[in-house]
């Protein structure tokens, strides 16, 4: 009876242990949902896990991806201004909205003048009293820089849906001297002026071309392309000639030097058409014109006829964006 009570407690302690762990754990990781488990047993281990955040985008949330949590908001869309090819685009999720930025165009000719007697450049013109072209010595002319002042600029919308009108009034002056040696000649001499108003428009073509008319033409309207700030434009531009000062009589005196100073002005009504929210180049203007005397035999003289004395083309202009304009 001794050794039965002896082997009873053994028998009983073994079915315990092999109950209770009669099989491998085959765990599963932890999530933010439940802690390591055992898929077998489900005894778990330790905490449960951190979210697996997503980031937010524009239209939705931060979430987590394994319980949906979500945290904040969608993000606001970080948009990219239009272009003239693309329309406005969120830089995050790449959705547009409108259209791309209709491309600006120039109203060409659509600028009026006043007192066009007294216009840019002078061109001194010296004949001897028979109508023979005189010698070149001892007549010369000096243009000095030009000032350029601008009016109220205004603007207002456009016949065409989505531009705006930009009237620009601007006024160039300076002061060109003419020189003349009374010895040499005995005739007599007019002065010219000339002004060329350019208007500015995107173009986008890169090229340097002529569009329209040749110099001295009926039309006297031209086009020319320039690069600036990055991108190319376009200058189109008529060019108002002065002839009515006339001959002036005039056959010498007591001063064997004969000196004159011309003050000129020009005042310019300008107007451009360019797309809204646009603020590229609108205006070039010459910053020192074209200085060159030229001597004619009457009042009605060929091109081949003219003599020129001295020319100097300035190979820049002054180009105005409107913000520049308008502050």
């Known amino acids: 009876m001794k050794r039965k009570w002896i082997l009873l407690p053994i028998i ?16 599963v990781d932890a999530t933010c949902l439940a802690p390591k488990t055992c898929s077998e047993c489900e005894e778990t281990e330790g905490e449960v896990a951190d979210h697996k955040w997503i980031d937010a985008t524009c239209e939705k ?9 979500t945290e904040g ?14 329309p406005k685009t969120c830089s995050l999720c790449s959705l547009t909205e409108g259209e791309p930025l209709p491309e600006p165009y120039c109203v060409k000719n659509n600028i009026t003048f006043e007192n066009l007697q007294d216009m840019e450049l ?34 207002e919308p ?20 003419v020189h003349l040696d009374t010895a040499r000649f005995g005739g007599g001499f007019r002065i010219e002026a000339s002004w060329a108003a350019l208007s500015v428009g995107d173009s986008y073509t890169g090229l340097f071309v002529q569009s329209q008319g040749t110099y001295g033409s009926d039309t006297n309207e031209y086009i020319q392309n320039f690069e600036w700030n990055g991108n190319t434009y ?3 531009y008529t060019k108002e000639t002065n002839t009515e000062n006339g001959f002036s009589d005039w056959t010498g005196g007591e001063e064997s030097v004969y000196d004159c100073t011309f003050d000129m002005a020009a005042h310019i009504v300008y107007t451009i058409t360019v797309p809204e929210g646009y603020d590229g180049a609108v205006l070039a203007i010459e910053r020192n014109g074209k200085d060159e005397v030229i001597l ?13 004395l001295d020319e100097h083309d300035a190979d820049y202009f002054i180009f105005y964006r409107l913000s520049d304009l308008i502050q």
């Open 122 to 155: 002078p061109f001194a013109a010296a004949f001897s009293e028979d109508g023979e072209i005189v010698e070149i010595d001892g007549l010369w002319a000096d243009a000095g820089m030009a000032h350029y002042s601008f009016g109220e600029i205004t603007t």
């Open 61 to 69: 949330a931060k979430y987590c991806e394994v319980c949906g949590e």
């Open 234 to 236: 376009t200058i189109s």
């Open 296 to 308: 004619r035999t009457g009042e009605e003289t060929d091109e081949e006829d003219m003599h020129l």
């Open 73 to 86: 908001g969608p993000l606001e869309h970080e948009w990219l201004e239009p272009t003239y090819t693309e």
């Open 158 to 177: 456009s016949e065409q849906e989505g531009y705006i009108d930009v009237t620009i009034p601007y006024e160039v002056s300076f002061s060109a001297e």
């Open 12 to 27: 009983c302690t073994a079915a315990i242990s092999f109950t209770g762990c009669g099989h491998e754990h085959v765990w």
